[in-house]
C-alpha cells in the first residue's frame, strides 16, 4: 500500500499538472473563463497557476512521506507505527491530488487512484479505533471496525458501479461520512479517559494538537479572507483570495501529519500540555470571533441598506473591525480562564486517581 501510494503520487503529477494548466479541473466552462481572465488581469499564467497548485501539493506529500520512511525506519517492529507510516503515505497521496488526475493516464491507473482515496478514508476511520496502542477499544469497535471494511471494499474496487461514493449525493456523503467520525470520536475519549496510560495520552494529546491546529488555521484564514473581501469591496472567490487561502490552509494541515509522526516517536511528549492549552485558547478564540465578525457585519450592513440603500458599507465592516478589537482581550481572558480550569481539573482527577 506504501507503494501503491508513492506511485499513485508519482504518476499523477504529469496529469494534475496538465488538468490546472488547461483549468480542465473546472467542470464548467464559465468558471474557466473567469479563472482565466482573473489570471491575466493579475498579470499571471495558467502554467504558473497550475504550478503553483502543484508544488502546494507536493509540498503536502513529502511532509506525509518522509515522516511515514522515518517511522518505517524507527520502529520497523511495531505494528500500529506501520500501519500509521501507510495511512501518512496514503494521505499524501490522495491530499496531494495526485491520485485523483490518474484517470487522465489510463483508466486502469484511474482505477488505482480511486483505491487509494477509500483506502485513506478507511485508514483514517480505522485509526480512530486503534490509536495509540493498536487494540480495539472499546471492545465493540472490533466490529464497527468490520462493517466498515465490508462497506469499502465494494467502494474501492468497484468505483464506477451506481453505489460508488461518486454517484451519492452529497447530503448522503456528508451524513455517512459524519456518522463515522462521531463514533470513532467516542471512542478516543473513551480510550482516553478509561484505557490510555500516561504516554498514550500524551501522544493522543499530540494528534489532537494537530487537529485543531489545522481548523483553527483555517478557521483563522477564512476570516481574515472575509474582512479583506469586504475592506476592499472585491467579489468573493478571486484567484487572489483562493491562492492565498490555498497556501495558508496548505501550510496549516502540515500540522496534521507532524503531530502524528510526534505522537508516534514519542519525542519531548511532556512539552505538549502547555502547547495544547495555548491552543485550545486561541483556537476558541478565533472561532468565537470569526462568528461575531459575521454576525456583526451582516447586522449593521443589513442596518446601512435599510437606511442609506447601500449594500455593502465601509463603515459597517469598520465598525465589525471595532467590535471585534473591544472585545479580543475580553473574550481571551474568559477562554483562557475556563480552559486553565479545564485542564486543572483533569490534572486533579489524573492525582486522585494515581493517589488510589
Given at each position: 500500500m506504501f507503494l501503491l501510494a508513492a506511485a499513485s503520487f508519482v504518476l499523477g503529477l504529469l496529469p494534475s499538472f496538465e488538468e490546472f494548466r488547461t483549468l480542465s479541473v473546472y467542470e464548467d466552462a464559465g468558471v474557466r473563463e473567469i479563472t482565466r481572465a482573473n489570471?491575466?488581469?493579475?498579470?499571471?499564467s495558467v502554467e504558473f497557476y497550475a504550478a503553483y497548485w502543484l508544488t502546494l501539493g507536493a509540498i503536502f506529500a513529502v511532509v506525509c512521506f518522509a515522516p511515514a520512511a522515518l517511522i518505517f525506519w524507527r520502529k520497523p517492529e511495531e505494528p500500529m507505527a506501520l500501519f500509521v507510516a501507510v495511512m501518512l503515505a496514503l494521505l499524501g497521496a490522495f491530499y496531494s491530488g495526485s491520485a485523483q488526475a490518474l484517470d487522465a493516464?489510463?483508466?486502469?491507473?484511474?482505477?488505482?487512484?480511486?483505491?487509494?482515496?477509500e483506502l485513506t478514508t478507511l485508514f483514517i476511520f480505522l485509526s480512530f479505533f486503534l490509536f495509540p496502542d493498536g487494540r480495539f477499544v472499546p471492545h465493540w469497535t472490533r466490529y464497527v471496525a468490520a462493517v466498515l471494511v465490508v462497506l469499502t471494499i465494494p467502494l474501492a474496487l468497484f468505483?464506477?458501479?451506481?453505489f460508488g461514493s461518486d454517484?451519492?449525493?452529497?447530503?448522503?456523503?456528508?451524513?455517512?461520512?459524519?456518522?463515522w467520525f462521531f463514533v470513532g470520536v467516542f471512542a478516543q475519549i473513551y480510550r482516553y479517559r478509561r484505557v490510555s496510560s500516561p504516554i498514550e495520552r500524551q501522544q493522543t494529546k499530540w494528534v489532537v494538537f494537530g487537529l485543531t491546529v489545522a481548523v483553527a488555521g483555517y478557521l483563522g484564514i477564512f476570516m481574515l479572507g472575509v474582512f479583506f473581501s469586504a475592506l476592499e469591496a472585491l467579489e468573493p472567490g478571486t484567484i487572489a483570495d483562493l491562492l492565498v487561502f490555498a497556501l495558508g490552509s496548505h501550510l496549516?494541515?502540515?500540522?496534521?501529519?507532524?503531530?502524528?509522526?510526534?505522537?508516534?516517536?514519542?519525542?519531548?511528549?511532556?512539552?505538549?500540555?502547555?502547547?495544547?492549552?495555548?491552543?485550545?485558547?486561541?483556537?476558541?478564540?478565533s472561532a468565537v470571533l470569526t462568528a461575531l465578525f459575521s454576525l456583526t457585519d451582516t447586522?449593521?450592513?443589513s442596518m446601512f441598506f435599510f437606511t442609506t440603500g447601500v449594500e455593502q458599507s465601509r463603515i459597517a465592516t469598520f465598525g465589525s473591525v471595532i467590535v471585534i478589537a473591544v472585545a479580543f482581550q475580553p473574550l481571551r481572558n474568559r477562554i483562557q480562564g475556563g480552559v486553565d480550569r479545564l485542564v486543572r481539573q483533569r490534572i486533579d482527577g489524573a492525582e486522585v486517581r494515581e493517589a488510589h
Open positions: 489570471l491575466a488581469q493579475m498579470g499571471l493516464l489510463n483508466p486502469v491507473l484511474g482505477w488505482a487512484g480511486s483505491v487509494v482515496e468505483p464506477d458501479s451506481p454517484n451519492w449525493s452529497g447530503s448522503f456523503f456528508m451524513l455517512y461520512i459524519s456518522g496549516f494541515f502540515l500540522f496534521m501529519p507532524l503531530s502524528i509522526t510526534m505522537a508516534i516517536l514519542r519525542y519531548h511528549l511532556w512539552h505538549i500540555d502547555f502547547i495544547i492549552n495555548r491552543t485550545l485558547v486561541y483556537s476558541s478564540l447586522l449593521l450592513q
